[in-house]
């Protein structure tokens, strides 16, 4: 069983920068596309950016030339500059492993203006 774990979060002024993680845990054979999701409370869940297994990134209009994805084998990076109080939401890493899904529990980013 794989498990996903994200880390990094936190409070923020805008602004700033935060670098979020996300680390995999288990036995992992093969690695295909990964990405970042995020939640703010009352608005539905969205992608942020992703990043296929062969290194294709894309991301968000409203992230584009602020945040920059990343991994590392099985380990995924956020790296989130310039950040605004629209940033603040609940941010969960994405990854397919071995053709299955899954979902970490999520990171709280709150940006201050």
């Known amino acids: 069983q794989v498990q996903l774990v994200e880390s990094g979060g936190g409070l923020v002024q805008a602004g700033g920068s935060l670098r979020l993680s996300c680390a995999a845990s288990?036995?992992?054979?093969?690695?295909?596309?990964m990405g970042w999701y995020r939640q703010a409370p009352g608005k539905q869940r969205e992608m942020v950016a992703t990043i296929t297994g062969t290194g294709t990134t894309n991301y968000a209009d409203s992230v584009k030339g602020r945040f920059t994805i990343s991994r590392d084998n099985a380990k995924l990076y956020l790296q989130m500059n310039s950040l605004k109080p629209d940033d603040t939401a609940v941010y969960y890493c994405?990854?397919?492993?071995?053709?299955?899904?899954?979902w970490g529990k999520g990171t709280l980013v709150t940006v201050s203006s």
């Open positions: 288990g036995i992992i054979f093969s690695i295909g596309a």
């Open positions: 994405n990854a397919n492993f071995d053709l299955r899904n899954y």
